[in-house]
């Protein structure tokens, strides 16, 4: 009976890089004498024709309905490539392995220098073995973000909400963070937006207690107090633990939005009719938690 060789998942990415070949060796030792395993590196570069990649355009028709279409790139022979593999035992393991890149490739950034790696341009999944290895760019969906209604209410009317002051930094972190690809990263970039909407709040305290006083004495909603504290809790995992844990990342950016709409408010009937809905969005996802 003939033997069956176990399948590798592979997952090949490719970086512009200024690395030169006479270094690969030194930083193949880094790797090795600081325990990533699992990850093989090289240099590649396209040698006699130009190769592409793709880049993803999302954009509206006529009816508000989204979507996302692709367009190429070229990569010219003899640009420069970082080549970091990754093998895994199944699919899904490799499908979540973004993060085994993103590690790898700021650990080589921060001790090396940022254009080791300065731009994810190629990603390739496949089995090991196969003929068939392709590969793609930016990753063309959209996010809850990109489909998202617009607020156009009439009772009471949208356009007579009024907004207290958004720090430059909010917006600035905010405009990085509804680009982002993977929800991990926009979470990271959006509370960090909310903090600095919460900072700017009058009275004094910490940004804990301002957001306390905020949402459930001021709004008066221990619902809404009680989801930023989960919220905050996601937030404790990434930032002090370096963990992302806490359910569905999506769904987290999703309520962190709806609570940073409410942070920018001042009081108003359309603060009110927003965090009625998002009261009843809380309770929504809480009950399908326990079902």
Same mark, same amino acid.
């Given at each position: 009976?003939? #033997? ?18 006479? =270094?690969?060796? !030194?930083? !193949? ?22 190769? +592409?990649? +793709?880049? @993803?355009? +999302? ?12 367009? #190429? ?5 003899? @640009? ?15 499908? &979540?392995?973004?993060? =085994? &890149? ?29 003929? =068939?290895?392709? %590969? %793609?760019?930016?990753?063309? %969906? ?48 959006? @509370?960090?937006?909310? #903090? ?33 504290? !989960? ?20 769904? &987290?950016? @999703? ?17 009110? &009719? ?18």
């Amino acid at each position: 009976m003939a #033997e069956v060789m176990e399948q590798m998942f592979v997952a090949e990415m490719l970086w512009s890089s200024s690395l030169q070949q006479a =270094d690969l060796a !030194r930083v !193949r030792a880094f790797l090795d004498n600081n325990g990533f395993k699992g990850v093989d590196v090289a240099l590649s570069t396209p040698m006699t024709e130009p190769a +592409t990649r +793709t880049r @993803w355009a +999302t954009y509206y028709d006529a009816a508000g309905q989204c979507i996302s279409t692709n367009y #190429e790139m070229l990569i010219q022979p003899g @640009w420069m490539f970082l080549k970091l593999v990754f093998c895994y035992s199944t699919a899904s393991e490799r499908d &979540a392995g973004h993060a =085994d &890149a993103v590690l790898v490739a700021n650990a080589l950034r921060m001790v090396f220098g940022v254009p080791i790696a300065r731009e994810l341009v190629l990603v390739g999944h496949y089995i090991k073995g196969a003929q =068939d290895k392709p %590969y %793609y760019s930016d990753i063309g %969906y959209a996010s809850s973000f990109d489909n998202q209604r617009l607020n156009l209410f009439q009772d009471p009317p949208i356009e007579d909400a009024k907004l207290m002051s958004i720090p430059i930094e909010a917006s600035t972190l905010l405009e990085k963070a509804f680009i982002q690809t993977y929800p991990h990263e926009r979470f990271v970039l959006m @509370w960090l937006a909310f #903090e600095a909407v919460i900072h700017a709040h009058p009275g004094g305290g910490s940004n804990g207690e301002k957001r306390r006083r905020y949402f459930v004495n001021q709004l008066g909603s221990q619902i809404a107090g009680g989801e930023v504290n !989960r919220l905050r809790g996601i937030r404790d995992c990434a930032f002090k633990e370096g963990k992302f844990e806490g359910g569905n990342f999506d769904q &987290a950016c @999703w309520s962190l939005y709806a609570a940073l709409q409410l942070a920018i408010l001042e009081d108003c009937p359309q603060r009110a &009719a927003y965090l009625k809905g998002y009261e009843i969005y809380i309770s929504g996802q809480l009950g399908a938690g326990s079902a």
